[in-house]
């Protein structure tokens, strides 16, 4: 039926929505007390929640009474479904739907494709300067490009723009990007926001998963390097006032970015927290993400099903 595809695509927003409200609110709080990374791996209830809203819910209440089971909007939303279901041209709504959803996915797939191929031929005249860099003479900022394979990119005058100190550090977080997988869950990223195009939180999700990520990368940096904040900051702040525009990265990972330098040189100037912490920040993180995912699926009411036309159709409710 086409009204099944609905049923998901409700359940997958109303439960990725409430994922990135409860990151958005925890992130900070979170990385105050036990660092960026730990704010970092927050990101993972996003599909978390996606995992436990396409997972069959539960078949009793838990121990919830009626009243103090929550009543979320997917409710509301998942009869509407089953309304439609139950009219003579649902099934007529339910691929409208579908191919809307469908179709702007796909025109979302090709611009983002399209911006990709776009900002790497900006990069023209390139060439290639060791194993795991090139120079181009079309940026001004070092970056990561790609996914599959991705290499470092820097700036024609690499060496007049920062000093000796400032290139191990400008390397050192690039590599570090490399290293830790970050361009592939950069990618991961641009692909989950073109399957909820729709959705204006997931725009906010991705822009701020990606500062979050810089974030933890300058810590990865700052702990593996023992490198002088100023230092630091100062190679921070050559990148982000170089001359021209931000371009559009969909696939990789800019150091310059357009989230507010500010914040990016008040969280250096704030301890690093010792390993201890960190991993405890982690193991914090990694809790809430089970907790949330599981507290969706858990507030799924009970399927049931409903009679159309002489057929039977399930009609699971939502998260």
């Not at 991993?279 to 990694?286: D, E, N, R, S």
Request: charged residues 15%.
């Amino acid at each position: 039926m086409a009204s099944q595809p609905i049923f998901l695509l409700i359940n997958l927003t109303v439960a990725t929505s409430i994922a990135v409200s409860l990151v958005g609110l925890s992130r900070r709080p979170l990385r105050r007390v036990v660092g960026a990374q730990a704010a970092y791996w927050l990101w993972l209830m996003i599909p978390g929640s996606a995992l436990a809203a396409m997972i069959p819910g539960p078949s009793h209440a838990l121990g919830l009474s009626s009243w103090a089971k929550p009543q979320l909007p997917s409710h509301a939303l998942a009869s509407a479904v089953t309304n439609w279901t139950a009219s003579g041209t649902s099934v007529t709504d339910g691929v409208i739907a579908v191919l809307v959803w469908g179709i702007g996915a796909a025109v979302m797939l090709a611009f983002t494709v399209r911006r990709q191929q776009t900002f790497v031929r900006s990069l023209r005249p390139m060439w290639w300067l060791s194993n795991d860099t090139c120079r181009s003479g079309g940026i001004v900022e070092p970056m990561v490009v790609g996914a599959c394979d991705p290499w470092i990119v820097l700036p024609a005058d690499f060496e007049a723009r920062y000093t000796p100190e400032e290139r191990v550090l400008v390397l050192a977080h690039e590599r570090a990007h490399v290293q830790r997988g970050d361009a592939q869950a950069n990618a991961i990223a641009a692909s989950w926001l073109c399957l909820f195009w729709f959705n204006p939180l997931m725009y906010w999700a991705v822009n701020r998963f990606r500062f979050d990520q810089e974030l933890a990368c300058d810590a990865c940096v700052m702990a593996t390097t023992g490198a002088m904040r100023r230092e630091y900051a100062n190679a921070l702040l050559k990148v982000q006032l170089s001359a021209g525009p931000v371009k559009p990265l969909p696939i990789g990972c800019h150091w310059r970015s357009g989230h507010p330098l500010k914040e990016r040189i008040e969280t250096l100037k704030s301890p690093l927290p010792g390993a201890i912490r960190r991993t405890f920040g982690v193991a914090a993180a990694l809790v809430l993400i089970i907790s949330g995912s599981y507290a969706i699926w858990a507030i799924r009411p009970v399927a049931h099903t409903v009679e159309v036309s002489g057929a039977r159709v399930a009609a699971h409710g939502s998260c």
